[in-house]
């Protein structure tokens, strides 16, 4: 079943390069008494995902700090040493987005999210979507209908709705 408006976050761990290697944190460790966007895409250096996804937010970042969002997370169904490399290479570290790898597809798939696109060699991985989220609930959610877009997911749409 796919997450919706209203719904508390699964607790499931993700994992990030800390300064002292790769570290985990639940999903409630990382909302609790915050206001947060999530956003998945379906892989780091993938088309869409590295040109419009990841920039619209690093382009939209101040803007979401003045509305109060302490922290802007990407999530992939990726490993953590890609994340970082991604995060770096895209600028979007720099820009303050937090990079967070779901290796084993755990939360994406207790959100719904997972797909597969054999074709092209993804399985287990991310649907295109992005969420604000208050104290650990889902308080607005877009997902993308189409592959290889990215519109209602985008930072700037995700702006329009918190207004």
Partial sequence: MVIS?????????LVRMGAEGPEQATIVELTEGR?????????????????????????TKDQFTAKGVDEIICVAVNDVFVMQEWGKATGAVEAG???????ASAFTTAIGMNFDAAPVGLFGRSARYAMLVEDGVVSILHQEE????????????????MA
């Fill in 5 to 13: 408006t209203g719904d508390t976050l699964p607790s499931e761990s």
């Fill in 35 to 59: 206001k947060v966007i999530i956003f998945g895409l379906p892989g780091a250096f993938t088309p869409t995902c590295s040109s419009a996804h990841v920039p619209s937010f690093v382009r």
């Fill in 97 to 103: 987005l937090s990079f967070w790898a779901d290796p």
């Fill in 146 to 161: 189409a592959r290889g877009v990215c519109e209602m997911t985008s930072g700037e749409s995700m702006l329009a709705d």
